[in-house]
């Protein structure tokens, strides 16, 4: 098999591949690197400049860069805990029942497969000031005398687009919890239950550690679906009030398509690439630390 | 024993059903309501007091009638089907290509290409659209859709390869090498031995793929102007901005709508996806 024949064919296989991968997503890194230090206007890319760092001035002395950088923070920082608790809760109870469990499985599922357009503008029409939720809200539970304008104020705005986050992303975080914990060795709970043990006290001392790797894959995947959240906000609330709603990518994209500042969307996306390599750098190394326990 | 158990905790397992019920309900309840809307006439939007379900006298399918009789939505919807189509076709085949030469062999620059396959999995793909913009106009794809394939393509490939590469490493080399002492060649080993053993990884992939190129929403928003070029996600936000009274029941029927194929894809093929997902989260 060292023939020459096959040495070409191997390279064949492995040509498309990685022409598509060079052309379509490694020239695109580095022309972002480059884009970022020019004064680069849409409509104007013969008039290009040199300006070195000023666009990321730019960037860090913005005060919508910082809104969106808390916004998404924020988002990530309550989606991501919410949605892996009630993931794996989901998956707990499912793991207990004798059956159905096909059934509900799926139905978790359903969110999941729900294109992000069709979820945001469900949830759009349910937030919306004369929509359902107020409805309920005001004259069903009386939890408030008027109409909350959801859609139209910063934090209630997010906490809607979080809602969607967490209600979208709780059936993944089930499946790959179920999946682990039918991983867990069934005699370490009998063990703990001869012991005396409740079922408190197994899930925390037996199930938790028998899944921390699952949990800690989670974790890396799901800061990432945080940071890349999008069409959720540009659908829910379009940014507005004057990017008060905005997220990393929304304003990026506003940025670049909108503004036509295409400098600056390229040193802006240069940040969140770096913030969420870092992100993720420290979670590996986490999960590295935490295998060799 | 096990059947004792089960009675003796009968009040538990109902309480357990009883939350699960409830969670399910949530889950679903946003699509119902969708689809309630859509069987309502357009006028009724916004209704004091709002009603979850119509009421018989209300259901109409006149939402539904209109976009069928806008010769525009047949096209969008041809459009996504032969794009999600042409992204998975293609990303199968180079993805699992690249996979077989990643597990079975040893080249120059492999494992810093691996790398960098993994590294740009970490990187969100929106966060490249300028320069994929820049890379579009030069080639000159804009508004077609050989403008959205090629990228959606790249996107997928990393966690395609990824995916297909530990499946084909699991797979015994005694295969490999029995066709290769009975004189067969790098092609016949991956065609005939690596890529039908594979499959159920490649299956796998496909539907996330599948999803990818039938959702996308931010990269075909600005390749995309001509009504009739749009994919189904594009066709569906065109309802907001045209005018200022957006027409509800119109964009839930078309939702519905798009909404059945991935439910279809995933009745049938529930079994890939789950094993598609677990596989990469169990390890470690």
Known sequence: MRSLKNKMQMYSLLLPGFLIFLLFTVYPIFKLLAMSFFKWDFGSILKQEFIGLQNYKDVLSDDVFWTVLVNTLAYTAVTVPAQMALGLIAALFIQKIPCFKVGFRVLYYLPVITSWVIASLIFKYIFNTEGMLNYFLTQIIHFSSENIRWLDTRWTGLSAAMLLGTWKGIGWNMVIFLAALQTVPADLYEVAEIDGAGAFKKFFYITLPSIKGTILFALVMLTIGGFNVFTSIKMMTGGEPAHQTDVLLTWMYYKAFSAGKFGYSASLSFIIAVILAFLAWIQFKMMKSKENT | ?284
């Open chain 2, 1 to 284: 024993m096990r059947q004792m158990k089960h009675k003796k905790n009968l009040p538990a397992y109902f309480a357990l059903y009883i939350l699960l019920a409830v969670g399910a309900a949530i889950s679903i309840l946003p699509m119902v309501y969708m689809i309630n809307i859509s069987l309502k006439p357009n006028g009724a939007l916004f209704e004091y007091p709002p009603k979850f379900f119509p009421t018989i006298a209300e259901i109409t399918f006149e939402n539904y009638v209109y976009i069928f009789g806008q010769e525009k939505f047949y096209l969008n919807f041809l459009n996504s089907i032969a794009v999600s189509l042409a992204t998975v076709i293609i990303s199968a085949i180079v993805a699992a290509a690249l996979a077989f030469c990643f597990a079975r062999f040893n080249f120059r620059g492999k494992r810093f290409f691996f790398a960098f396959i993994i590294f740009t999995m970490i990187i969100p793909g929106t966060t490249l659209i300028v320069p994929q913009y820049e890379l579009a106009v030069k080639f000159k794809v804009l508004n077609s859709l050989s403008g959205l394939v090629p990228f959606y393509v790249a996107w997928v490939i990393p966690f395609s390869t990824f995916m297909i590469k530990g499946f084909i490493e699991n797979i015994p080399k005694d295969f490999d090498e029995a066709v290769y002492i009975d004189g067969g060649s790098v092609y016949t080993v991956f065609f005939k031995i690596a890529l039908p053993l594979a499959s159920p990884a490649v299956a796998s992939v496909s539907i996330f793929n599948f999803l990818t190129a039938w959702e996308e929403y931010p990269w075909a928003n600005i390749v995309i102007s001509d009504n009739v070029k749009r994919t189904l996600p594009i066709a569906i936000s065109g309802f907001f901005g045209q005018h200022q009274f957006t027409q509800w029941g119109y964009v839930f029927a078309l939702s519905a709508l798009s909404l059945m194929p991935v439910i279809l894809v995933f009745i049938f093929f529930q079994k890939y996806f789950i094993s598609g997902l677990t596989s990469g989260g169990i390890k470690g």
